[in-house]
């Protein structure tokens, strides 16, 4: 029965080799997760030695990070298209694909960055997260929103790695991004000293910026400077014929609208 199971492991074809070692990592990597995060918690009281601030922190980064549930299938496009791409060792379309997507989302990140943080102004955060001023001031709710809402909007830019590391079969990478975000955040807490609930909750904000970001940023050079060197996003590769293929949904969204408004102003004229 053993020698039956060894020969049915070590004969699996190129496919299945790569499915076994990305669950391996999953598993692995999931359970250092389950480690860090039993020494997570008691930092972060640690850290706010006020509840009603650190009730507050987890609020504003659970709230603001639906918003990357809303990524209107961005990085499953460039998925889909880039695996095909590499597939046919067509480095030129894949760079193309790699190339527009980063393009775009960079404008729709920086566009979106710039009108909802001056619009946060007019919003009272304090009321929104039901906390008084005399544990949070306003300055602070306002910049602490800003930094993580900033933040969250340029994920989806920095986490079109991601869907290159799954085009590549390199799942058990982005299960250690993962992780390595949990690392770096308990470091920060159990590091960084404690001030006042206004300095706790913006450092707090920034450290996790920080934390998320760093890990993708520094898996985006090494891949485009390694294994991908060829397919390096490139402004001029940038087509945008390639760009609504990525972003198909977001295009047909948009699309939609404006023939639909076409179809009303036209009927308008002819009343």
């Known amino acids: 029965m053993i020698d039956k199971i060894k020969s049915k492991l070590f004969t699996q074809n190129e496919n299945n080799k790569i499915v076994i070692k990305n669950m391996t990592g999953a598993f692995i990597v999931k359970g250092m997760a389950l480690v860090i995060s039993l020494f997570t918690m008691p930092a972060y009281i640690k850290y706010f030695d006020n509840q009603a ?32 791409a590499l597939s046919q060792k067509n480095y030129k379309d894949a760079k193309k694909y790699v190339s527009s997507a980063y393009l775009a989302t960079s404008v729709l990140a920086i566009t979106c960055s710039v009108i909802f943080a001056f619009a946060f102004r007019y919003i009272n955060w304090n009321r929104v997260f039901n906390i008084t001023t005399d544990v949070i001031s306003s300055k602070a709710m306002l910049a602490s929103v800003i930094i993580v809402f ?3 909007i340029m994920q989806f830019v920095f986490k079109l790695i991601n869907s290159v590391l ?11 991004l993962v992780l390595a975000v949990s690392v770096l955040g308990l470091v920060y807490v159990l590091v960084a000293p404690s001030g006042t609930n206004d300095r706790n909750l913006i450092m707090m904000a920034v450290a996790h910026v920080f934390a998320v970001i760093l890990p993708l940023l520094i898996t985006s050079i090494i891949v485009f400077s390694g294994k991908l060197k060829e397919i390096r996003p490139s402004f001029r590769y940038f087509d945008m014929k390639y760009a609504k293929q990525v972003l198909g949904f977001f295009f047909f969204f948009f699309e939609y609208k404006r023939i639909s408004y076409n179809r009303v102003y036209k009927n308008r004229l002819c009343r």
Do not use: E
Not at 65 to 81: M, Y
Not at 166 to 176: G, H, I, L, P, R
């Open 53 to 84: 601030a650190l009730g507050l922190w987890f609020t504003i980064n659970s709230v603001l990070s639906w918003i990357l549930n809303f990524d209107l299938g961005i990085g499953h496009g460039l998925r889909n298209h880039l695996s095909h």
């Open 150 to 152: 900033v933040g969250i």
């Open 166 to 176: 799954y085009a590549m079969q390199k799942s058990t990478v982005n299960n250690f």
